[in-house]
């Protein structure tokens, strides 16, 4: 479109008189933009992020015209026009991502329908989400926070001095790296969670804390170590938690359902190698059948990918190579 016809639509894009025709047209335009390069910065200054997109827009040559720009009143048009348009861009942002008190950062959303999902976040920690649930975080994921609705289990990658902070309800659950399952109360306010590695602290927000979706640091916290639960109601009473200790094996009721479990009692390694592409999403190459009759007895719950391939090469007495989405085993072997 040429920038007289854009500036004309993103007028009538923003006093809300688009036909259909219109509005079609002018989305067309809106989603001919790559969103790699114009993603909303979450820890980005609003000014800042205007310049940045101000500039991006500019460049991005999805503003065409015939004429060339040969005299400075033509390229006064040309930034007035990049200017309406990154305003009605921050205004279809807003509505798109309204969420927090930053609107114009965009959120990923996840949802787990009626069986159980399976995600990796983008820090490498794995979610399993339970029947019903969601899962909301900032896409560019430089603080590991998510917003949990009802029930998921946890396994969190160890980042040092990075903490991963789960909300559910009017709580926040903080943890280094760990394995845990947490549950939202039925009246959204109160949770349930237990640990099953690691250690979790677990804080009561301000409820106009809540309603901004921001993390407060509180004076007090309950700490839950392996195999504690935590059940809130109303509020934590700090000098009587109500915490309990369970007694969990390795399959329970809160990793049912999901691939978390992997210990292996002398397991055939097809066996072993079939869990791992499932838990991790990739693909376990061998080059040939030298490990078929070997057998694995190992516990590789709550551990890394890469450690997790460590361990499996060095008990077939082999090399491994890692790449994007799979797993290169070379040498070695069973008789």
Same mark, same amino acid.
């Given at each position: 479109?040429?920038?007289?016809?854009?500036?004309?639509?993103? $007028?009538?894009?923003?006093?809300?008189?688009?036909?259909?025709?219109?509005?079609?047209?002018?989305?067309?335009?809106?989603?001919?933009?790559?969103?790699?390069?114009?993603?909303?910065?979450?820890?980005?200054?609003?000014?800042?992020?205007?310049?940045?997109?101000?500039?991006?827009?500019?460049?991005?040559?999805? &503003?065409?015209?015939?004429?060339?720009?040969?005299?400075?009143?033509?390229?006064?048009?040309?930034?007035?026009?990049?200017?309406?348009?990154?305003?009605?861009?921050?205004?279809?942002?807003?509505?798109?991502?309204?969420?927090?008190?930053?609107?114009?950062?965009?959120?990923?959303? #996840?949802?787990?329908?009626?069986?159980?999902?399976?995600?990796?976040?983008?820090?490498?920690?794995? #979610?399993?989400?339970?029947?019903?649930?969601?899962?909301?975080?900032?896409?560019?994921?430089?603080?590991?926070?998510?917003?949990?609705?009802? *029930?998921?289990?946890?396994?969190?990658?160890? &980042?040092?001095?990075?903490?991963?902070?789960?909300?559910? /309800?009017?709580?926040?659950?903080?943890?280094? /790296?760990?394995?845990?399952?947490?549950? @939202?109360?039925?009246?959204?306010?109160?949770?349930? =969670? =237990?640990?099953?590695?690691? $250690?979790?602290?677990?804080? $009561? @927000?301000?409820?106009? *804390?809540?309603?901004?979706?921001?993390?407060?640091?509180?004076?007090?916290? =309950?700490?839950?170590?392996?195999?504690?639960?935590?059940?809130?109601?109303?509020?934590?009473?700090?000098?009587?938690?109500?915490?309990?200790?369970? *007694?969990?094996?390795?399959?329970?009721?809160?990793?049912?359902?999901?691939?978390?479990?992997?210990?292996?009692?002398?397991?055939?390694?097809? *066996?072993?190698?079939?869990?791992?592409?499932?838990?991790?999403?990739?693909?376990?190459?061998? /080059?040939?059948?030298?490990?078929?009759?070997?057998? #694995?007895?190992?516990?590789?719950?709550? @551990?890394?990918?890469?450690?997790?391939?460590?361990?499996?090469?060095?008990?077939? /007495?082999?090399?491994?190579?890692?790449?994007?989405?799979?797993? #290169?085993?070379?040498?070695?072997?069973?008789?």
């Amino acid at each position: 479109m040429t920038p007289q016809e854009v500036d004309r639509l993103a $007028k009538k894009w923003q006093e809300g008189t688009l036909n259909a025709d219109e509005r079609i047209r002018f989305e067309q335009w809106y989603h001919s933009f790559d969103d790699t390069k114009l993603e909303i910065d979450s820890d980005e200054g609003e000014a800042a992020m205007k310049s940045r997109l101000y500039h991006q827009i500019m460049a991005s040559g999805a &503003i065409v015209d015939t004429q060339p720009v040969s005299n400075r009143l033509t390229r006064l048009r040309y930034s007035a026009v990049a200017a309406l348009l990154l305003v009605a861009f921050l205004f279809y942002w807003h509505h798109q991502n309204a969420f927090g008190d930053r609107p114009w950062v965009a959120h990923v959303t #996840i949802e787990a329908g009626d069986a159980v999902k399976q995600e990796i976040l983008p820090d490498g920690s794995i #979610i399993w989400l339970k029947p019903g649930a969601s899962l909301r975080y900032v896409k560019a994921f430089r603080k590991r926070d998510v917003k949990l609705t009802g *029930e998921a289990l946890f396994e969190v990658s160890k &980042i040092a001095g990075k903490p991963f902070r789960v909300q559910v /309800g009017d709580y926040m659950a903080t943890v280094l /790296g760990t394995s845990f399952n947490i549950r @939202q109360s039925d009246n959204r306010r109160d949770m349930e =969670v =237990v640990v099953l590695t690691g $250690k979790v602290a677990v804080s $009561k @927000q301000r409820r106009s *804390e809540v309603r901004k979706n921001q993390a407060m640091e509180t004076p007090g916290e =309950v700490v839950l170590m392996p195999n504690q639960r935590l059940k809130t109601s109303g509020d934590l009473k700090l000098e009587a938690p109500p915490v309990e200790t369970l *007694e969990l094996v390795q399959t329970n009721a809160y990793t049912q359902g999901t691939a978390y479990n992997m210990q292996f009692d002398d397991t055939p390694f097809m *066996e072993v190698a079939r869990r791992i592409s499932m838990k991790f999403k990739v693909s376990v190459e061998t /080059g040939d059948d030298r490990y078929n009759t070997c057998r #694995i007895s190992a516990n590789l719950s709550d @551990q890394s990918l890469e450690y997790t391939a460590e361990l499996v090469a060095s008990a077939l /007495g082999a090399e491994y190579e890692m790449q994007k989405d799979k797993i #290169i085993l070379k040498g070695g072997g069973c008789l």
